[in-house]
T-cell receptor, first 114, second 115 residues
């Protein structure tokens, strides 16, 4: 089945220690998104790629970076995680062929910062 | 810019009772509308969507939502809930038109089904 995969599902890191979260998709969608979701809140968009074009949200901290080496993979790098970065990180995809912007989500990675 | 309001943050309901989760939106242009469901420690799953055509849309597990343009609403309903429906539900809107690749989410409604 075509899907969005996130690894790992659970990630523990130490305060200030860089961490990378991974997302891959078999949908061949050209748009990929990273969201941060804190407990009992709506997902908050960090950035998205339209093909190789990177689009950063204005309020996304510089501590968060992303890479998209090819259509299938996208990475979220947190350079120096703080306690406030503990959250669920969701990857999603969509295709520009569907103008509805219907997004397909992965299962998420729950990040714990010690 | 569009916005989404989910009026209830938490909705407790007894098993087999009906439920309605409310969603209102604001936008200066036509929109597409979605309901997503999120189970604990999982990602968001699309429950149903309104793109065009019939204003009443249904999901495979008994949920339905009706698009009401005059009231700018897209409320989610189920006539008889099950324990397994316990989850958080997010309403989302996307503006029609080229160049927009974002969904705007409401704050979510936690549905708790009581045995």
């Amino acid at each position: 089945d075509a899907m969005v995969i996130q690894n790992p599902r659970y990630q523990v890191t130490q305060f200030g220690k860089p961490v990378t979260l991974s997302c891959s998709q078999t949908l061949n969608h050209n748009v990929m998104y990273w969201y941060q979701q804190k407990s009992s809140q709506a997902p908050k968009l960090l950035f998205h790629y339209y093909d190789k074009d990177f689009n950063n949200e204005a309020d996304t901290p510089d501590n968060f970076q992303s890479r998209r080496p090819n259509t299938s993979f996208c990475f979220l790098d947190i350079r120096s995680p703080g306690l406030g970065d503990a959250a669920m990180y969701l990857c999603a995809t969509s295709t520009a062929a569907r103008r509805s912007n219907e997004q397909f989500f992965g299962p998420g990675t729950r990040l714990t910062v010690l | 810019a569009q916005s989404v309001t989910q009026l209830d943050s938490q909705v407790p309901v007894f098993e087999e009772a009906p439920v309605e989760l409310r969603c209102n939106y604001s936008s200066s242009v036509s929109v597409y509308l979605f309901w997503y469901v999120q189970y604990p420690n999982q990602g968001l799953q699309l429950l149903l969507k309104y793109l065009s055509g019939s204003t009443l849309v249904e999901s495979i597990n008994g949920f339905e939502a009706e698009f009401n343009k005059s009231q700018t609403s897209f409320h989610l309903r189920k006539p008889s809930v099950h324990i397994s429906d316990t989850a958080e539900y997010f309403c989302a809107v996307s503006e029609q038109g080229a160049g927009s690749y974002q969904l705007t989410f409401g704050k979510g409604t936690k549905l708790s089904v009581i045995p």
